[in-house]
């Protein structure tokens, strides 16, 4: 069943219930492709499969999201710099005019025999290639005192929508001279939302509402990524409000109480009026689900993107382990149009070209002050490899700094039409 834009959005609860039947009887008779997740990867690879088959390949997206806010660029609506609604998309296009089927609700199991993904709301959807893109999940534990039912208490505002709200309206509440905490994650972690640009735009909130407030980092790194542009941003912008605290002063031995708002830092109490608790990161749960990990992250081959553990079934962005490339939303979106070109290749004979990936992570420091670092990638039979590197620099003037700021408000128009249509 294909859902027209009028069904889409005029009918909530039926689409939530869209039941497996109802999605085999528009694939019969043709491929059938299910994509896990409506992120930067889910969402590209199913406008690309659908869009570039022109109709060859029946299309199900499973998202149980209907409004899906992007974790790029929500540091810059906690800064001010953003509304909410500007980094809020829907579903409508990708069903309405590329024919996708989007179906909103939990994806709970995969049985790999059968080829089917079980719902949460009852049935399965059947496929023939199977996509997941689910972000990430957190290590349980991975911040003693801290679980999932304190994200109230203490956000991570590492998926963005609510938390995210959340987490500015408890900066914008805190108390004259207060104090807001972050613990902030081990490597690798998803970035953006990145915990440094986090820090930045919390800064400027401060700054600006409440400028004898500090900012306190506990960070089990030695060092990380673009430390040095944050450092001298950190500096010129807000000096004086940030501290961080690395390993070697007991950054990496931290443990809240969400009770009394009070943080342990090796021995030392810190009493927080808003702590930011973003702890170890590992693949969506529905990957060690489906049997695709190793420890904590699914691998996958570089040149399409395929699991090493089924070749059926193609993992995307944050939740895999497949080289040299960030958990980033570009990544994901990079990722995804090469796994795509290969599953229309393995379902319809289609040509299929040497895989080539890109990257670029922007963040902004303060007003006008945006940094980045990028690279591009190529498959190699162990990973995805580096080719070629740039970074901003350190001392660069303020028009330059601009001029990068501008380029990621471009790219965020370009990306999110890319991935939403």
């Not at 090796?266 to 973003?278: F, Q, Y």
Request: proline share 5%; with cysteine.
């Amino acid at each position: 069943m294909t859902l027209n834009r009028r069904t889409f959005l005029g009918t909530a609860a039926a689409a939530a219930s869209l039941s497996a039947p109802m999605v085999q009887a528009a694939g019969h008779g043709m491929p059938r492709v299910v994509v896990i997740g409506g992120g930067a990867g889910g969402a590209t690879a199913a406008r690309y499969i659908a869009k570039d088959s022109q109709g060859e390949i029946n299309v199900t997206l499973i998202e149980p999201t209907r409004t899906y806010y992007t974790c790029f660029f929500s540091n810059l609506y906690i800064g001010g710099f953003r509304d909410l609604q500007s980094i809020a998309h829907d579903y409508g296009t990708l069903a309405a005019d590329y024919g996708i089927n989007v179906v909103h609700d939990w994806a709970v199991g995969v049985d790999r025999d059968a080829k089917t993904v079980s719902l949460a709301g009852g049935g399965s959807v059947p496929y023939d290639r199977l996509v997941i893109s689910p972000g990430i999940d957190f290590v349980d534990g991975a911040v003693p005192g801290w679980d999932l039912s304190a994200q109230t208490a203490m956000p991570h505002a590492y998926k963005a929508g609510t938390q995210t709200a959340l987490l500015k309206a408890q900066i914008e509440s805190m108390p004259e001279g207060g104090t807001y905490v972050m613990v902030a994650p081990p490597n690798p972690y998803r970035c953006p939302p990145g915990p440094y640009e986090r820090i930045s735009m919390v800064a400027h909130v401060l700054k600006e509402r409440n400028p004898t407030a500090k900012i306190l980092i506990a960070d089990p790194k030695a060092k990380f990524s673009k430390q040095a542009l944050f450092e001298e941003g950190w500096q010129k912008h807000y000096g004086g409000m940030i501290e961080r605290i690395g390993p070697d002063f007991g950054g990496g031995n931290v443990s809240v109480n969400p009770d009394t708002m009070e943080v342990d830092i090796d021995g030392e109490v810190v009493k927080a009026d808003v702590c930011n608790v973003i702890p170890a990161q590992k693949a969506g749960t529905i990957c060690s689900a489906a049997g695709l990990t190793e420890g904590n992250w699914a691998p996958v081959d570089g040149h399409s993107m395929v699991s090493r553990m089924d070749e059926n079934v193609y993992i995307l962005g944050d939740a895999t382990n497949q080289g040299d490339m960030p958990k980033s939303g570009f990544s994901a979106n990079s990722q995804a149009k090469v796994a795509a070109m290969a599953v229309r290749g393995a379902l319809t004979g289609s040509r299929v070209f040497p895989a080539k990936y890109s990257n670029t992570c922007w963040s902004l420091i303060s007003t006008d002050d945006g940094i980045k670092v990028g690279a591009a990638y190529e498959a190699t039979d162990e990973k995805i490899a580096s080719v070629s590197s740039f970074v901003s620099q350190t001392g660069e003037d303020a028009a330059m700094r601009k001029a990068t700021y501008e380029e990621s408000i471009g790219w965020y128009a370009g990306i999110t039409s890319d991935m939403f249509g």
